[in-house]
Nanobody, 118 residues
Framework: QVQLVESGGGLVQAGGSLRLSCAAAGRTFNNWLLGWFRQTPGKEREFVSAINWSTGSTYYADSVKGRFTISRDNAKNTVYLQMNSLKSEDTAVYYC???????????WGQGTQVTVSS
């Protein structure tokens, strides 16, 4: 029943910005962590950022701290990832993911491609 749908990916030049959206549906997400992971072919999927749906607490990977901002709109059941000062290293498929309280990220979106050109 839980559905996560990403959007907003695309091609952007280094130094540019992009905003990803994740529409969440299927249930209430009280105290869930909703976040973003990214993956490049041949590499392991890595954590990017997450937000607690209820408290608003945010978490960031060191590689994106200061450049990316995660936020959510509870009324719209949507989480956003504002990506600024993009680097070529940010190129990846970005996935929205959800974790129940004290659980792992067992719910995943389909992914959206972000390509940063130099």
């Amino acid at each position: 029943q839980v559905q996560l749908v990403e959007s907003g990916g695309g091609l952007v030049q280094a130094g540019g910005s992009l905003r990803l959206s994740c529409a969440a549906a299927g249930r209430t997400f009280n105290n869930w962590l909703l976040g973003w992971f990214r993956q490049t072919p041949g590499k392991e999927r890595e954590f990017v950022s997450a937000i607690n749906w209820s408290t608003g607490s945010t978490y960031y990977a060191d590689s994106v701290k200061g450049r990316f901002t995660i936020s959510r709109d509870n009324a719209k059941n949507t989480v956003y990832l504002q990506m600024n000062s993009l680097k070529s290293e940010d190129t990846a498929v970005y996935y929205c993911a959800g974790a129940v309280p004290n659980g792992g990220y067992n719910y995943w979106g389909q992914g959206t491609q972000v390509t940063v050109s130099s």
